[in-house]
């Protein structure tokens, strides 16, 4: 079955500490987005890829690293400059051609705690 | 700058009524409306789509009005079962760019 796999499903966090959340689709998508979702709140959007080799800031980047060498996988990295990264975070893809038309797919997050 | 709204937060409802959910936005320039479910500590399950250029979606038991100029949408769910538990989001894909602006959700239980 296609969708989305994120990994792990609980991580934590010492201080000072990167740490890198897995992604990963098998539904030839080309878009990818990475959210936050905090108790009580809608999702916030993080990074969104269109292309390998390519990603785009979203309203929240400050803090978090991404990277797209392959076209299956989006990680993202919370850096030690994220102060507050305690939350809920989800990966999503769709179809870029007709991205308009389509909803976007989600994994199952990852759920992010300080030690 | 696109803000979606959702009302209530929270729903409580007897097996077998009829509820509605509402969303706001309030910049009417949208391509679509979507609603998901979202299960506890579970991802998002995509429920109807509705394009800007539709009035309504339907699905099973679902329906989904959208009303661009007042900046409106309804899911309305039919005969509710406890099986419809869950949090509901609304989101609407502005421009271009590809971005998603999500409401806050309503968490919906539906009691046996």
């Known amino acids: 079955d296609g969708g989305i796999t994120q990994s792990p499903k609980y991580l934590f966090r010492k201080e000072g500490q990167n740490v890198t959340l897995s992604c990963e689709q098998n539904?030839?998508?080309?878009?990818m987005y990475w959210y936050r979702q905090d108790p009580g709140q809608g999702l916030r959007l993080i990074y969104y890829?269109?292309?390998?080799?390519?990603?785009q800031k979203g309203d929240i980047a400050e803090g978090y690293s991404v990277s797209r060498e392959k076209k299956e996988s989006f990680p993202l990295t919370v850096t030690s400059a994220q102060k507050n990264p305690t939350a809920f975070y989800l990966c999503?893809?769709?179809?870029?051609?007709?991205?308009?038309?389509?909803?976007?797919?989600f994994g199952d997050g990852t759920r992010l705690s300080i030690l | 700058k696109q803000e979606v709204t959702q009302i209530p937060a929270a729903l409580s409802v007897p097996e077998g009524e009829n509820l509605v959910l509402n969303c706001s936005f309030t910049d009417s320039a949208i391509y679509n409306l979507q609603w998901f479910r979202q299960d506890p500590g579970k991802g998002l399950t995509s429920l109807l789509l509705i394009q800007s250029s539709q009035r309504e979606q339907t699905s099973g038991r679902l329906n989904a009005s959208l009303d661009k100029s007042s900046g409106r949408s309804t899911l309305y769910i039919a005969a509710s079962q406890p099986g419809d538990s869950a949090t509901y989001l609304c989101a609407v894909w502005t421009g271009n760019t590809g971005k998603l602006i999500f409401g806050q959700g309503t968490t919906l239980q539906v009691k046996p």
């Open positions: 890829s269109q292309i390998v080799n390519d990603f």
């Open positions: 999503a893809s769709s179809p870029l051609a007709d991205r308009v038309n389509q909803p976007q797919h």
């Open positions: 539904l030839n998508h080309d878009a």
